[in-house]
C-alpha cells in the first residue's frame, strides 16, 4: 500500500455533490490521486508534505463537513435517530396540514397567518439542510442541486411572504408549495441515503466476518493453559486453539491436528477444504469439522481479510472514464438550468405576457424538477454493487477504470503453469530396466530431499512406497539431486541437462541414472485446473479470442491447450516474448493476461488487465488488476460477466439521468408540472437510479 496516501473519515456529506464539491478542493490544492466516496464517507489522496494535512483539514471542514479522528463516531444521530431522520419527521409534520389545507373543509388551515406559521419550521430546516450545502457548494467552485432546491423554495416563500405582508389575496399565497419542495426533495435525500448505503453491503457483510474471540494457549509453570482473549489482541506467533464451528481467528498455518474449512467467504466456493498440519489458514473462515492449532502468521491489518476489505473500499472509489462523463456534466448542469429558470420567468412574464404568479411557479418547477444529482449517482452507486458482488464471488477487481475496460475484453492471453493447469503433477508413466518397486523406492528417497513442484508431486504420489537407503544426498542446482547407497553406488535424478551426454532423447520430465547409466525416467503431467474447459469455451462463445503462452516444452504446452480447447498457442517463450505478443494483440483490442508466476508480472502489468490468481505468486497478485479467490477457472467468466453487467447498469443510469432532465425540464418551463410534483418527480429520479443499481446484488452470474 502507498504510505504516502491519506484517507479521511469526512462526516456530514448528504449527497454525491457534497463529495464532489470535497473533491474539487482538494484537487485545487494540488493534490493527486483524489477520490470521495459520499457513501464510505471517505476523501483519500497521495500527501508528500505531511505539514499540510491540518490545513487540508481545515479547509474541508471550512465547506461545512467534520474531519472524523480515528474511530469517532458519526456525528448525525440524535438520541438513536439519525438527523436527516429527525429533520423529515419535522418536516412531514408542519407540511402536512398544509396539503390537507388544499382539499379538507378546514378554514383554519387556509388561514394566510396559520400558513405561514406552519411553513416557518420547514423552511428553517430546509436553509439549514440544503442552505448550507448549496453556499458551501458555491465556495467549492461546483454549484450542487441543493442551490436549485433552495432557491426553488425560498422564491416561492418570499413571493407568499409578501403577498401575506401587503394582504394581497390567497392567489398570492404558496407556502404550501415551499414547504412541500422542501420535504419530498428531503424524502428523496433520505430514500438516497438509506439506499446508497445498501449498496456498500458488501464491505458491511466483510467487516461482519471478523470474529470477536480467540482462544490462546500459553504454557505457564509446565501447566497449559488455553485462554479467551479478543481478536484485536492477537500477537504474530501467538498459538491459538480452533475448534469445530469456530472460525479462524486470524492468518495463520496449522501446527497441530486437521479439519475441513468452509473457505467460500473468500472464494466463493460451498464445497469444504480438507486441512492438515503445515498448511495455511486465513482468518476469519469456518472450520466445520475437526479441531486444529495453529500459529498466528498475520493480524489486524495485515489479514488477508483486511486486506481484501480496503481493496474493495480503494475499488469502489477509484472512478472509471465512463463516471467522468456525468461529473463534467453534473458539475456544468447548475449554471445551465439557473440560466434556463431565469429564461424561462423572463420569457413568460415580459415577451409572452403571463401572469407574474405563473412565470414564477414555471420557474421554480424547472429549478427544482432538475436533477443533477442522479447523474452524480449513476455511476458510483452501479460501481459500489458490482465490486461488493464481485467481492461475495471470490473475485478481487481493484478498481472502477479495471471493471470497465475487463468488460470489454477481446482477447484473453493464459500461461499455463498454475493458471491453467494447477502446478500439482502426476506421474503420466514411469519407465524403467530394473524392478519397477526397487525404481519407485530410488525415486521416493531422493525427491523427498528436494523442494521442486516435480519432486514434491512425486513424493505425494509414492506415499507408502519403501524407500530405498541413500547416504550423502545433495541437490545439485540446475541439474537435479543426487545420493549414494550403502555400497557406495551413485544414483541421480535430473533434467535433460544432466542426461543429455547419455540420450538425444529430451521428451522426458526426469531421468534417473545409476553410476552415470541411464536406467529410466519418468513422465509427468500437471493436472488441468478445475472448469478450465468450460471457461475457455464460454469466452470463445462470448466472442473473445483465447490465447497460451507458455515457456514450456512444445508436447506438454500443446497438450494442454488441446485440453482446453484453445487452437492458438505459443511455447518456449521468454517473458520479454510474452510482453512482445501482448503488444500485438493491444493494437488490436482489449487484452486480458491471466498468469501467477513471477515471469508473467511484466505481461500483467502491461496488459489492459492483469488477472492473477490467490495462490500466485506475491509479486503476479501485485501486478494484477483482478485476484481470482477461487481455485475454479470458471471464476474468470464470473469476473468478465460482473463486469459486463455493471457497465451496462451504469449506462442504463446515464440514460435515464440525461433522458428524465431533457424531458422534465421543457415540460416543467411550459407550466405542465407543478413544482409540488416537480420536486417529489426530482427526488424519486435518484432513487430511481439507486434502485437500478441494486438489481445487481440478485442477477445470477
Not at 436553509?127 to 442551490?147: E, K, Q, T, Y
Request: with cysteine; glycine share 8%; aromatic share 8%.
Amino acid at each position: 500500500m502507498d504510505s504516502n496516501r491519506i484517507t479521511l473519515s469526512v462526516d456530514g456529506m448528504t449527497c454525491n455533490n457534497c463529495a464532489m464539491g470535497v473533491q474539487k478542493f482538494l484537487e485545487k490544492q494540488g493534490l493527486e490521486q483524489v477520490d470521495v466516496s459520499f457513501a464510505n464517507a471517505e476523501a483519500s489522496f497521495r500527501l508528500d508534505d505531511e505539514g499540510r494535512l491540518d490545513d487540508l483539514v481545515g479547509g474541508i471542514e471550512g465547506l461545512g463537513f467534520k474531519v472524523l479522528q480515528d474511530n469517532e463516531p458519526l456525528r448525525n444521530t440524535w438520541f438513536g435517530f439519525e438527523e436527516i431522520v429527525w429533520k423529515l419527521g419535522i418536516c412531514v409534520l408542519f407540511t402536512l396540514p398544509l396539503l390537507l389545507s388544499m382539499f379538507l373543509p378546514f378554514p383554519i388551515l387556509r388561514n394566510p397567518l396559520v400558513q405561514l406559521l406552519l411553513s416557518l419550521p420547514v423552511m428553517a430546516i430546509g436553509i439549514w439542510h440544503f442552505g448550507i450545502s448549496a453556499f458551501n457548494s458555491l465556495r467549492s467552485g461546483i454549484p450542487n442541486m441543493d442551490v436549485l432546491i433552495i432557491i426553488g423554495s425560498v422564491a416561492a416563500f418570499a413571493y407568499s411572504f409578501v403577498g401575506f405582508v401587503l394582504q394581497l389575496g390567497e392567489r398570492f399565497l404558496f407556502f404550501e408549495t415551499a414547504a412541500t419542495i422542501i420535504t419530498f426533495v428531503l424524502i428523496g435525500n433520505y430514500l438516497e441515503y438509506r439506499s446508497v448505503k445498501k449498496t456498500t453491503v458488501a464491505l458491511s457483510d466483510l467487516a461482519k466476518l471478523r470474529p470477536e474471540k480467540a482462544h490462546l494457549v500459553m504454557h505457564k509453570d509446565g501447566v497449559e493453559h488455553v485462554l479467551e482473549i479478543a481478536q484485536e489482541e492477537i500477537q504474530i506467533g501467538d498459538l491459538l486453539q480452533v475448534h469445530t464451528g469456530d472460525k479462524i481467528p486470524t492468518d495463520g498455518r496449522i501446527v497441530w491436528g486437521e479439519g475441513s474449512l468452509d473457505e467460500s467467504m473468500m472464494t466463493g466456493e460451498s464445497a469444504l477444504i480438507a486441512k492438515v498440519k503445515g498448511d495455511d489458514v486465513i482468518g476469519s473462515t469456518l472450520l466445520s469439522e475437526g479441531t486444529l492449532r495453529i500459529k498466528a502468521s498475520n493480524v489486524g491489518d495485515d489479514t488477508v481479510l483486511s486486506q481484501i476489505i480496503r481493496l474493495v473500499k480503494d475499488a469502489q472509489a477509484n472512478k472509471p472514464s465512463i463516471q467522468r462523463i456525468g461529473d463534467t456534466v453534473a458539475s456544468i448542469f447548475v449554471p445551465i438550468v439557473l440560466l434556463i429558470s431565469l429564461g424561462t420567468f423572463l420569457l413568460e412574464y415580459l415577451v409572452l405576457g403571463w401572469s407574474l404568479q405563473a412565470s414564477l411557479l414555471n420557474a421554480v418547477a424547472v429549478l427544482v424538477v432538475s436533477c443533477p444529482c442522479a447523474m452524480g449517482l449513476a455511476t458510483p452507486t452501479a460501481l459500489m454493487v458490482g465490486i461488493g458482488k464481485a467481492a461475495k464471488e471470490g473475485i478481487l477487481i481493484k478498481g472502477g477504470d479495471t471493471l470497465e475496460t475487463l468488460a470489454k475484453v477481446r482477447h484473453m492471453v493464459f500461461d499455463k503453469t498454475g493458471t491453467l493447469t494447477t502446478g500439482n503433477f502426476r506421474i503420466k508413466k514411469l519407465h524403467s530396466g530394473i524392478d519397477q518397486e526397487v525404481f519407485k523406492g530410488i525415486l521416493y528417497s531422493l525427491e523427498m530431499y528436494s523442494s521442486h513442484p516435480l519432486a514434491t508431486s512425486i513424493v505425494k504420489e509414492l506415499k507408502g512406497t519403501i524407500p530405498y537407503e541413500m547416504s550423502e544426498i545433495k541437490e545439485i542446482k540446475g541439474l537435479g539431486i543426487m545420493g549414494k547407497d550403502l555400497e557406495g553406488n551413485t544414483f541421480m535424478l535430473g533434467s535433460y541437462e544432466a542426461a543429455k551426454s547419455l540420450t538425444d532423447d529430451d521428451s522426458h520430465n526426469i531421468y534417473v541414472m545409476y553410476n552415470h547409466r541411464l536406467i529410466g525416467w519418468v513422465d509427468m503431467e500437471d493436472e488441468i485446473r478445475e472448469a478450465a474447459a468450460e471457461s475457455v469455451a464460454a469466452l470463445e462463445a462470448d466472442g473473445v479470442q483465447t490465447l497460451l503462452i507458455s515457456g514450456d516444452k512444445k508436447d506438454s504446452t500443446t497438450e494442454i491447450a488441446k485440453k482446453v480447447g484453445i487452437e492458438e498457442y505459443y511455447f518456449g517463450k521468454l517473458p520479454n516474448e510474452k510482453l512482445e505478443l501482448i503488444d500485438e494483440k493491444l493494437s488490436e483490442g482489449v487484452t486480458v493476461m491471466v498468469g501467477d508466476g513471477i515471469n508473467d508480472a511484466p505481461a500483467l502489468s502491461k496488459a489492459s488487465v492483469g488477472i492473477s490468481l490467490r495462490r500466485a505468486n506475491q509479486i503476479a497478485i501485485h501486478s494484477a488488476d483482478v485476484v481470482l479467490m477461487s481455485e475454479r477457472m470458471d471464476s474468470l467468466n464470473r469476473a468478465v460477466k460482473i463486469s459486463k453487467m455493471t457497465l451496462k447498469t451504469i449506462k442504463q443510469n446515464l440514460f435515464w439521468a440525461f433522458f428524465y432532465n431533457v424531458l422534465a425540464i421543457p415540460i416543467a418551463a411550459a407550466g405542465f408540472l407543478n413544482p409540488m410534483i416537480a420536486a417529489l418527480a426530482m427526488a424519486f429520479s435518484d432513487v430511481i437510479v439507486i434502485g437500478n443499481s441494486l438489481r445487481l446484488r440478485n442477477k445470477e452470474v
